[in-house]
């Protein structure tokens, strides 16, 4: 079972500035088969990015995936007020697993 | 507009069986590009995987729950549920339905979510 490793824990930004966000794998993820969610409190997650950097409909591209293999990223290039939220890695190439997430606090 | 709606009771005493459902609405659950999933979120945690089901009757666990989940399709209901056996406090948390595009040989990210109901263990 694939084992995902988010870094940082917590992320301190302000408005304006740029987010990097990172996801690492225990094992290769197959296919990248590699998505991220955004979550805020009190809400359902929601799906950003498939397959390691297709935007899900109605996302803004101001958010962005990379990566391959054990190594992804989530961008968000100039971050918005909506922005602040935990964010979470998941892969589906062998079952389902989640990343400990990512909090992104203003600063 | 699809949609997706988790019901169940509550609260759950230890050692009980806990019992949810999710609702489709705008989409049909017998639908072969689909495949539905539970997913937890304990008080201030991360998401952990429960299971998902396709074609109706296949299962995919999470190992370390696997031997207390079960997932069905409720076909005429156009619902799936979640059973999760033996209780304890550590199985509170907020429980999603979700719905993934099935890809053949694999599943996809989950792009649609009920809105969660929170699950309290306690006698």
């Known amino acids: 079972e694939s084992v995902l490793t988010q870094s940082p824990g917590t992320l301190s930004l302000s408005p304006g500035e740029r987010a990097t966000l990172s996801c690492r794998a225990s094992?290769?993820?197959?296919?990248?088969?590699l998505a991220w969610y955004q979550q805020k409190p009190g809400q359902a997650p929601r799906l950003l990015i498939s397959g390691a950097s297709s935007r899900a409909p109605g996302i803004p591209d101001r958010f962005s995936g990379s990566g391959s293999g054990t190594d992804f990223t989530l961008t968000i290039s100039r971050l918005e007020p909506e922005d602040f939220a935990a964010y979470y890695c998941q892969q589906y190439g062998s079952s389902l697993t989640f990343g400990g997430g990512t909090k992104v606090e203003i600063k | 507009q699809e949609q997706l709606q988790e019901s169940g009771p509550g609260l759950v005493k230890p050692s009980e069986t806990l019992s949810l459902t999710c609702t489709v609405s705008g989409g049909s659950v017998s639908s072969g590009s689909y495949y539905w999933s539970w997913i937890r979120q304990p008080p201030g945690k991360g998401l952990e995987w429960i299971g998902y089901i396709y074609f109706s009757r296949n299962t995919n666990y999470n190992p370390s729950l696997k031997s207390r989940v079960t997932i069905s399709v409720d076909t005429s209901k156009n619902q799936f549920s979640l059973k999760l056996s033996s209780v304890t406090a550590a199985d509170t948390a907020v429980y999603y339905c979700a719905r993934g595009r099935h890809l053949g040989r694999a599943v996809g990210a989950s792009d649609l979510w009920g809105q969660g109901a929170l699950v309290t263990v306690s006698s």
């Open positions: 094992q290769s993820v197959r296919s990248n088969y």
